[in-house]
């Protein structure tokens, strides 16, 4: 079986939503295709057309960091992007191993349950590992075992969590694109990028991008079925030497219609938490 072929897939891609007038070349007549030539790359970037071509056919795998740099200008990618497009020279086909099960850090699940916070941990290919029950109160599918590509493709009572779907469904497949790098070949991942692929037309589209973004915090607003608007931030930190888990946290503007909605929400989760059971009724 040949290798993926991520770093051609990726400037192909990039070449192709690439505006010929953002590169500086003036448009006469009508262009067949979109974006920009292959020639017109290779003169902008100052390489060779058949070397360009090599590249996108994954012919050559492993242009020097200053080709790399070049194309990134022509393209006009941000650093974020640069430095993914990067990382896709020197990716190397991963050692197949045994799927190991993953195992949150025991500090980090002893922390998500006293942070009194929406907080849960996932892995690299976004599957959920552990969350509190304010995050499951938040989402039914933040809970271990369920994966948020999936819910956000395919799950339409989770898309209407999302008033903005649009650009949250964008950016979690450009996040995920930066997670997993040039391990395409992964069969978790070639068995997850199949299955949203033949689910969603929408997940096909945007992977055909090849966008990347920074696993980084933002604001998120959410639309909940019994507490209304909500307007969180959303922080996003690294768990070291994890292999790659993310801690997330949700949080209000203290003093916001939504930090007394979170508030709502964890008076809840308490009352549930200390409610008896039929059997301690029993």
């Given at each position: ?12 891609a990039r070449?192709e ?16 295709t ?17 070397y360009?071509?090599r590249?996108?056919q994954?012919?050559?795998r ?13 393209f006009?990618?941000?650093p ?19 799927p190991?099960?993953?195992?949150v ?12 916070l ?5 892995s690299r290919?976004?599957?959920v590992?552990?969350a ?15 994966n ?16 903005d ?5 964008g ?7 930066i ?24 997940f ?20 909940h079925p019994?507490?209304?608007?909500l307007e969180l931030?959303?922080?996003?930190l690294?768990?070291?030497?994890s ?5 997330a946290?949700?949080h ?7 930090a ?5 929400l964890r ?8 409610r008896?059971?039929?059997?301690d009724?029993?």
């Amino acid at each position: 079986m040949s290798r993926p072929n991520a770093l051609g897939e990726y400037l192909r891609a990039r070449r192709e939503l690439t505006d010929p007038a953002d590169a500086g070349l003036r448009v006469v007549g009508v262009r067949r295709t979109p974006g920009l030539r292959r020639e017109e790359v290779a003169m902008l970037a100052g390489i060779s057309a058949d070397y360009y071509l090599r590249l996108e056919q994954g012919r050559d795998r492993n242009p020097s960091p200053q080709v790399l740099e070049a194309l990134a200008r022509v393209f006009r990618l941000d650093p974020i992007a640069t430095e993914h497009l990067l990382s896709l020279s020197t990716a190397r086909p991963a050692a197949r191993r045994r799927p190991r099960r993953e195992v949150v850090p025991a500090g980090i699940l002893q922390l998500l349950e006293v942070i009194n916070l929406p907080a849960f941990v996932e892995s690299r290919t976004f599957d959920v590992l552990a969350a509190n029950r304010l995050a499951t109160a938040v989402s039914p599918n933040l809970r271990p075992g369920v994966n948020r590509l999936r819910t956000i493709f395919l799950d339409p009572a989770e898309q209407e969590l999302y008033p903005d779907w649009e650009k949250t469904a964008g950016g979690l497949v450009a996040g995920f694109r930066i997670s997993v790098g040039g391990d395409v070949d992964d069969p978790r991942i070639v068995q997850l990028v199949g299955e949203l692929s033949l689910g969603s037309e929408k997940f096909r589209r945007l992977w055909a991008r090849h966008d990347v973004t920074a696993l980084a915090g933002g604001s998120l607003r959410l639309r909940h079925p019994r507490l209304g608007p909500l307007e969180l931030g959303r922080e996003k930190l690294p768990i070291a030497d994890s292999g790659g888990q993310i801690l997330a946290i949700y949080h209000a503007e203290p003093g916001s219609e939504s930090a007394r909605a979170l508030d709502t929400l964890r008076s809840s989760v308490d009352a549930e938490a200390h409610r008896p059971s039929a059997a301690d009724a029993g």
